[in-house]
């Protein structure tokens, strides 16, 4: 008995602690070493482009968190972004003869393009739960379908914004609030709705149930496909948003935009010690994931040491190290 | 009836004293058994009689803890994991071994292919494989895969498999407990045959009438204890019965209160259909402990899955509490005030990867939250109150379900499906691979619950189990109700009866 009751009480504190600071870390020794390389790199200026920039990649892995916590996966958001941008352009210049090239234009366009989130994630989880095709596969298949669409509606060049609409909606991305730019101020909110859905609501634990093990799922009164359609619908929203905040800042879309998120966003995910198998997710980890991912290209962009043409190699060394450091069983050699 | 020395040591594979612990638990106690070539050797006993310990040892799979085999005449140490199939013995698990998504020829060469310096030697392997697949009588394409097959044929791949590595021994685990009526009669045959070209075999099986046909020995373990072994033309089926059976009920069940017989209806099953029940109908009344008993595979677990709403349902009505109509969902059932509890404990039952709390709440999970927004503290509370209640012993709050005892693991979740305050629930196979001592625990449980006017349905294979706190009992086989016991009849000879066919009036037809 008194054997028993030792194995129950084993801790898993050193584990879970890596898993929990292991990104925050990371983070923090990035930072020292952009600061010892540049100065400038801790500058107002530089924090706030850095933040600017993570935002696209952070809200769409805010979306990833949920789909790869309930088990699945979404490849197809690199090219869903593409796509939304392409026909919001298209929407938008349309509607410059009926209203204007006023703020309803791009409220309507802005509207239109969280719309085509929405069914383009609720495409992605009808196919998976109710079709039972693989998520991989059916979010490959879109990845192909979506980043087609957006090639042939610029005909193979690229969509450009009416001019005068950009005027309008430039501040969107450009503008700042109480020194915040706009796209952080997005980021914040994603970030906070994210962690609070995921983390207190019947919702965000029933995604780690499925991904933890869908039978038990079924068998403790969850509808599983309703809550794996929902977290692709939700990614599908992530992305719109993303493309809402990102459409202004060239003005423009073509078959290159959005290439290879997909795989940042998961990244992301992955360096913020969610699970890619599923049953276990941290929104928290998820943003520090993008963040560290932007601040290496950062990073390489202020020094000569390495080439920025490296930056993929680093950014792939980052993800390797960081699920290596996951995985190792740190608690282990104690017992 | 002669009871033969178990050390007979004109057999090809002998067992010699062979005792067995899983860590402090013994399964098995000086057990011998031989087996002679040219013989069908039939194992019997009730489920955690040891058969299957047994079996694995004289396999290689499990070593013994004392005693020792001896092969050929020889004392030998057999390799392990399927490492014996060299020496030509052969065990077919019940649940198969092969790759669905290879080949047939694949299948029987695994590990074994014919090449020539590293190059396979396709056309050999498939010549001959045709000629096996024509010996055992078996006639499907060498290339067809394996998934295509059904299990009759994966079996007969299986035997073909074995046959390959030149078996001088073959031991098969329940084969035709998946088998119906026509396929066994092909199994057996290729079993007569074997037996004739002087294979020794080794033959587990719950239907005794199979057993009394196809063996020239019984032996029969009881408790993990050697009963007896015995030629088949000496006994019939119930002697066989009462071998397996004769054992004494101690206070290990809680005294079972008498049944109210006016007490109401609460769940009324008509005519349920399924893929593979039929006609299944019978009553649960308020505060009645009702067993379901029968073979594995006779359709206990998916009488309730359907009901639940976890399998589709082809035919048949569902009356709750005077309510008329089929659940589709869980959550239907459990808002309705029906649960189920899986015997799968860490398949189906718990996040093996999540402490308790979670655990605890999932099932019941809308009473936790306030228009999704969990309460957590509610849900600390309500691990606080189970705890107690169920005497889960864990003492760090925070333990992983996976780091638990499976004693503790199947009180987290009676404790886990009692969150959601049922009126009937139903416990498939409640004390599966749990210690004496909490296994009376959870039949105190289920008492005073029924005191309090729960209704209880129990499925179990554990015959005393049933027997020890059931009002009445309901024995299943091949899909249909056999029979129904109660009273002074709910004995393990009636049951047995039921469960393999000796009785085959049905109350219900």
Not at chain 1, 211 to 236: D, L, M, P
Not at chain 2, 140 to 162: C, G, H, N, Y
Request: proline fraction near 3%; glycine fraction near 10%.
């Amino acid at each position: 008995m008194p054997d028993m009751a030792q194995t129950e009480t084993v801790a898993r504190k050193p584990k879970l602690d890596l898993k929990m600071y292991g990104p925050a870390i990371a983070l923090v020794l990035l930072c020292i070493i952009g600061f010892s390389l540049n100065t400038a790199f801790l500058s107002e200026g530089n924090i706030t482009n850095l933040l600017t920039r993570s935002a696209f990649i952070g809200i769409i892995a805010v979306g990833a968190t949920f789909v790869i916590t309930a088990g699945g996966i979404d490849l197809s958001v690199g090219s869903m972004a593409a796509a939304i941008a392409g026909i919001m352009i298209i929407l938008m210049n349309a509607l410059v003869d009926i209203l204007g090239t006023g703020v309803l234009t791009v409220v309507v366009g802005a509207g239109c393009a969280v719309l085509l989130g929405a069914l383009a994630g609720l495409a992605n989880g009808l196919l998976t739960t109710k079709g039972k095709i693989e998520a991989f596969i059916v979010t490959l298949g879109t990845m192909g379908i979506f980043r087609s669409l957006v090639t042939y509606f610029a005909d193979g060049g690229t969509l450009s914004l009416n001019f005068d609409i950009r005027g309008t909606y430039r501040p969107v991305y450009y503008d700042s609030l109480i020194g915040v730019p706009i796209p952080v101020w997005v980021f914040i909110i994603v970030a906070i709705s994210g962690w609070f859905l995921m983390n207190r609501t019947t919702f965000g634990r029933y995604c780690t149930a499925i991904g933890s093990n869908e039978h038990v799922a079924q068998y403790s009164a969850i509808n599983v496909n309703k809550i794996k359609t929902w977290t692709y619908v939700i990614q599908g929203l992530c992305v719109a948003l993303a493309t809402v905040i990102y459409v202004p800042r060239l003005g423009s879309a073509s078959s290159s935009t959005g290439v290879l998120w997909e795989l940042e966003a998961i990244a992301a995910v992955i360096i913020g010690g969610t699970v890619l198998k599923g049953g276990y997710g941290r929104i928290g980890g998820t943003i520090l994931g993008a963040l560290i991912l932007t601040t290496i290209g950062n990073i390489l962009n202020f020094t000569d040491l390495i080439s920025n043409y490296l930056n993929g190699t680093m950014q792939g060394l980052i993800i390797i190290i960081a699920v290596w450091l996951q995985r190792a069983d740190w608690g282990k050699s104690k017992d | 009836m002669v009871v033969e020395s178990p050390m007979a040591s004109d057999g090809l594979l002998c067992a010699d004293s062979l005792s067995k612990s899983f860590g402090t638990v013994p399964v098995l106690f000086s057990v011998s058994f031989s087996l002679r070539p040219g013989e069908v050797h039939a194992l019997i006993g009730e489920n955690g009689a040891g058969k299957s310990t047994l079996m694995k040892i004289m396999s290689g799979f499990h070593s013994p803890t004392s005693g020792r085999i001896v092969y050929d005449g020889k004392p030998v140490t057999l390799p392990p994991n399927g490492g014996a199939e060299a020496l030509g013995i052969v065990l077919i698990h019940q649940e198969l071994n092969l790759s669905e998504q290879m080949t047939v020829t694949e299948n029987i060469f695994l590990g074994r292919e014919i090449a020539k310096r590293g190059i396979l030697d396709k056309q050999a392997m498939k010549t001959r494989v045709i000629q096996l697949l024509t010996d055992v009588g078996l006639d499907i394409p060498p290339d067809t895969r394996i998934s295509e097959l059904s299990i009759a044929q994966k079996q007969m791949v299986e035997i073909a498999k074995a046959m390959s590595r030149n078996a001088r021994v073959l031991i098969m685990d329940e084969p035709t407990a998946v088998l119906t009526e026509a396929e066994t009669r092909i199994l057996f045959k290729q079993v007569n045959r074997l037996r004739d070209q002087g294979v020794a075999i080794m033959f587990v099986s719950h239907k005794l009438h199979e057993v009394k046909e196809i063996s020239d020995r019984v032996t029969v373990l009881r408790d993990g204890q050697w009963i007896g072994t015995t030629a088949t033309e000496d006994l019939n089926l119930d002697d066989m019965a009462r071998m397996m059976v004769g054992r004494e009920l101690s206070d290990l069940y809680p005294p079972v209160n008498e049944p109210n017989v006016d007490a109401d209806i609460v769940l009324k099953v008509d005519g349920l259909q399924t893929k593979n029940l039929r006609n299944v109908s019978f009553e649960l009344r308020s505060g009645e402990i009702l067993g379901f008993s029968g073979l594995v595979g006779s359709g206990r677990t998916e009488v309730f899955e359907a009901i639940c709403g976890l399998a589709p349902m082809q035919a048949g009505t569902i009356t709750t509490f005077g309510n008329e109509g089929r659940f589709t969902s869980v959550a239907q059932a459990r808002d309705a005030g029906i649960v189920y509890l899986t015997k799968d404990r860490k398949g189906k039952g718990l996040l093996l990867e999540e402490g308790m709390q979670t655990n605890l709440t999932l099932l019941a999970l809308p009473q936790f939250a306030n228009r999704m927004m969990l309460n957590k503290k509610q849900e600390a509370e309500a691990l606080t109150r189970a705890v107690r209640r169920f005497d889960i012993r864990a003492r760090d709050p925070n333990v992983l379900a996976q780091d638990m005892s499976g004693g503790n693991q199947q009180k987290l979740l009676l404790a886990k499906v009692m969150e959601a305050n049922p009126k009937i629930v139903i416990i498939d196979e409640p004390t599966r691979g749990i210690d004496v001592g909490t296994k009376q625990q959870i039949y105190h449980f289920i008492a005073a619950l029924a005191a309090e006017g729960v209704s209880i349905v129990v499925i179990s294979s554990e015959m005393p189990e049933v027997i020890g706190i059931s009002h009445r009992v309901i024995i299943m086989r091949d899909g249909r109700i056999a029979g129904t016991v109660s009273g002074r009849d709910i004995n393990e000879t009636q049951i047995v009866r039921y469960a393999a066919g000796l009785n085959e009036e049905n109350i219900h037809a």
